[in-house]
T-cell receptor
């Protein structure tokens, strides 16, 4: 087990709603990255947070936003949910400067 | 732009047989390369990584991978597969300027038959 915990594990939302996903990083890690993994695909980088600031974003619209807190935990917020947002959302924590990242088990989001 | 290609979507292998998963990458500089494994309903677990030095890298669970710059490849191998190796395998290239950012391939699903 990696020590990276995500909540909730599953949730179902209706199109147009908003959702918040949470990630607690591994002890001592100060960097959190979020990924979206659609069914049958590899994870796609959404964005990364370091020292409570966004440090790079993938090809995702602004309705995907995030936060990092002083304890390095993080939230991913998605507004105006679309059906295509249905996916497994993965959080990865790492220590800035380290080559290794540890992934949580993910949150399975279904938009209906 | 970086990219990762895993040509095989699905591989079936008999228990005890050898396994090789292919990965090709496109990257401007010396790449940081990774192999991750994902079991059903689970997150990603790091099998091994390459940054520099010896081009044959040993990982966990008896896996190894070989970096071949001339072929832009980083293939994963295991000499004898166990039923517990059934999972999805992802090759990834890392951004050396920002730790924790990866470009993943689409994955290879491995099925192990008795």
């Amino acid at each position: 087990e990696t020590g990276v915990t995500q909540s909730p594990t599953h949730l179902i939302k209706t199109r147009g709603q908003q959702v918040t996903l949470r990630c607690s990083s591994q002890s001592g890690h100060n960097t959190v990255s979020w990924y979206q993994q659609a069914l049958g695909q590899g994870p796609q980088f959404i964005f990364q947070y370091y020292r409570e600031e966004e440090n790079g974003r993938g090809n995702f619209p602004p309705r995907f936003s995030g936060l990092q807190f002083p304890n390095y935990s993080s939230e991913l917020n998605v507004n105006a949910l679309e059906l295509d947002d249905s996916a497994l959302y993965l959080c990865a924590s790492s220590l800035w400067g380290s080559t290794e990242a540890f992934f949580g088990q993910g949150t399975r989001l279904t938009v209906v | 732009a970086q990219s990762v290609t895993q040509p095989d979507i699905h591989i079936t292998v008999s228990e005890g047989a050898s396994l090789e998963l292919r990965c090709n990458y496109s990257y401007g500089a010396t790449p940081y390369l990774f192999w991750y494994v994902q079991s059903p309903g689970q997150g990603l677990q790091l099998l091994l990584k390459y940054f520099s030095g010896d081009t044959l890298v040993q990982g966990i669970k008896g896996f190894e991978a070989e970096f071949k710059r001339s072929q832009s490849s980083f293939n994963l191998r295991k000499p004898s597969v166990h039923w517990s190796d059934a999972a999805e395998y992802f090759c990834a290239v890392g951004d050396g300027d920002s730790w924790g950012k990866f470009q993943f391939g689409a994955g290879t699903q491995v099925v192990v038959t008795p």
